[in-house]
């Protein structure tokens, strides 16, 4: 292989991911990123989308994928049962990845992801740190609000359930809780009343 290619492309193997626009910014062609693909350099997640294939994702082994999906996906958000393991809210194992992109875009395609399009992607919208990577994802107040819109009672009554468990900072704020729920339209007093009483 050309050692010029090998030299062109090094500030962008060692990256988590980049895309193809990061590439043309280095003079790389996208035929030379199929062929950087071809040859094994590099591998495509998705779309315009690369990392190189030595790449280390500094986070936890099990979300590794996750933070790769999510961190490709321009504005997506780590949302649902996803966002419910992250924060200890579920016992269920996701499949996929759940990814909530705008309403008004297209899902990319990624394996071993579930994109779903809400309008509102603003709401409960947090950082979190997986090791020393970064990734968007709802709050837990919005998360179980979307686990009531989204997946079902008993899925959402277990998280909210859970929620409550916490005596520290991972105790959700109640008044929040219900301020997104009136916003999203979702009545959550009843279960509230239950479970707090």
Known sequence: M???????IAPLILQPLFRASEARQHGIHPSRLSYYVKIHLIERIGRGVYRGVNAKVDTIF???DLVLIVNSVP???????????LYGLTDEIPRAH???IPHATTAPKREN????RMRDVATGKTK???GKETIQIFDRERTIVDAFRYLGKE???????SSLKFNDERKIDLQKLQRYAKKFKIDLSTYIFAITT
């Open 128 to 130: 979190m740190k997986l």
């Open 2 to 8: 050309n050692k010029s290619y090998t030299i062109e």
């Open 98 to 100: 759940w990814i909530v």
């Open 62 to 64: 099990q979300w590794e």
């Open 113 to 116: 992801a579930n994109f779903v």
């Open 155 to 161: 899925i959402a009554i277990k998280a909210l359930k």
């Open 75 to 85: 504005n997506g958000v780590v949302g649902l049962v996803s966002a419910l393991a």
